[in-house]
């Protein structure tokens, strides 16, 4: 049983463009979450998906924003990249109904130079 | 509003000695916790959690953790540490209601297991 696929692992962009992270959540969870973990900090949530809408976000400005595909996969959008968002991005996924835990990707670790 | 504070960003202890890792959390309603484990360059795996069960849990790789609500703590403990142990731990907190809910976690603690 796969679980949480993100793609790519690893991306090089520079500040000012946009980007793209994408992620496949594992079977059966319907409910995507993205988090942000900068270097030596605890992940910091961004956004959570459910049923292509959505429904919480964190204390993130607006050039981050997401999507989630009638198959619950997920993207995360970033545009006019600042140095300040390099950082290892994870992707969560879940069943809505019931706090039985998340299950994390291995994570996309962007570098904006 | 909910937060998390594990004390001690880096604890360094002796193969074999005891491994406590410490997590308070603040929660106006009933929490779910969890514990994660990061290896180098790699997602979070979960090594316990507690969802209002048993308020002591038991996880992978012999951890486990007590649920004290008078103490507001849920702090991770293995009785033999193991080189393979070491990595960094997160604490995390989360409650469920109506489907909204959202893993708020602490800033880590880096394990490192000496021989």
């Known amino acids: 049983d796969a679980g949480v696929t993100q793609s790519p692992t690893h991306l090089i962009k520079t500040r000012g463009q946009q980007v793209t992270l994408r992620c496949s959540p594992k079977s059966g969870h319907d409910t995507v979450s993205w988090y942000q973990q900068a270097l030596g900090q605890g992940p910091q949530f961004i956004f959570q998906y459910y049923e292509e809408e959505e429904r919480q976000r964190g204390n993130f400005p607006d050039r981050f924003s997401g999507h989630q595909f009638p198959n619950y996969s997920s993207e995360l959008n970033v545009n006019a990249l600042l140095l300040g968002d390099s950082a290892l991005y994870l992707c969560a996924s879940s069943l809505d109904q019931g706090p039985g835990g998340y299950t994390f990707g291995s994570g996309t670790r962007l570098t904006v130079v | 509003a909910q937060s998390v504070t594990q004390l001690g960003s880096h604890v360094s202890v002796s193969e074999g000695a005891l491994v406590l890792l410490r997590c308070n959390y603040s929660s106006s309603v009933p929490p779910y916790l969890f514990w994660y484990v990061q290896y180098p360059n790699q997602g979070l795996q979960l090594l316990l959690k507690y969802t209002s069960a048993a308020t002591l849990v038991k996880g992978i790789n012999g951890f486990e953790a007590e649920f004290k609500k008078s103490e507001t703590s849920f702090h991770l403990t293995k009785p033999s540490a193991h080189m393979s142990d070491a990595a960094e731990y997160f604490c995390?907190?989360?409650?469920?209601?109506?489907?909204?809910?959202?893993?708020?976690f602490g800033a880590g603690t880096r394990l490192a297991v000496h021989p």
């Open positions: 995390a907190v989360s409650f469920f209601s109506g489907g909204y809910n959202k893993l708020i």
